[in-house]
Every structure is written in C-alpha cells, then in structure tokens.
C-alpha cells in the first residue's frame, strides 16, 4: 500500500535559546498525517502546540529532526522556497487573526489568491464564496473592526480556505467563536 502521508514528522526538536536558559519546547515529535485526515493537538497552556505547528508548516526551523510536507522536505528549502511553498499548500488561521485593518473583508480573503497572480475578478469571485461558506455573505465589505469578535475569525478561516490548500492549519480556531 502506498504512502500517503501528507505530513511526516520525526525525531522533531526544538530549543529556544534565550542566553541565559534553554527551553526545550519539542522533544522528539514523530508523527504522520494521512491525506484528508483531521487532526486536533490538545494540551495545557505553553505545552508547545503553537510551537509544533509553527515549525511543521515551516513557520519556524527545527532544531534537530526532519519534516516532509507532500514529499517534501520543507527544512531543506531556502526561506523564499518555503515562504512559496507554504502559500502554495498550505492556509493558515492564527490565534492573532492578522487581518490589514485597510482592507475590507473580501479584500482581505482575496490576498493569498492575489499574492499568487490570481486575477482580481476571479480572486474576489473566489473569496466572495469562502465568506459564503463561512456564514459572512452580506458583510464582505465591513473592514476588521467593524465585525463583531465572531466574524472576524470567520474572515481568517475564509481567507485559509480561499486558495484550497491541501493543507489548513489552525492555531486554536474556535478559541472566539
């Protein structure tokens, strides 16, 4: 039977050095993601769940292990490799939802497409129907602080499903909800 592990991580490691103490916040992580497969990462607060998923979509290096993202070793890929590869395959939803306060939100749903040379009209069709499928239809022209403490992660799930990743990481989505 083939591979089909979508993430592949092992012998994961992970040292903060602050100059005066080490923090290790990864401790040999092994583990495997099957394609289409949901995983939630549960645990008290600072037990390293930001951290892991930082350093599995190659937010942050690892100190000492591999990971493989599709086949590929995303630690090996210069910054500019792995800053594209992660808009390619990857959508994100943080805990701090990084929404640009100028922009309303369609156009902030619209960026990662715009970002990879999607045309504007196809980009806005596109983010129109991620607003849609969260429940935000009608308020696509609201900027950030103009929706509700609800809406707004809605926004950053929106703009995480826009390209159809085959990836979607979430950093404690529902935490506002």
Known sequence: MPNDNIIQATGVHKTYDTGKVKVEALRGVDLSIQRGEMVA????????????LNVLSGIDDVTAGQVIIDGTSIHHMSDKECTRYRAEKMGFVFQAFNLLPVLSAVENGELPLLVAGV???EARRRALEAMALVGLAGEDQKRPLELSGGQ???VTIARALVTE??????DEPTGTL
Request: glycine share 16%; aromatic share 4%.
């Open 152 to 154: 707004q992660p809605r």
């Open 41 to 52: 990462i549960m645990g008290p607060s600072g037990c390293g769940k930001t951290t892991l």
């Open 119 to 121: 045309k504007l009209g």
């Open 165 to 170: 990743p085959a990836i979607v990481w979430a």
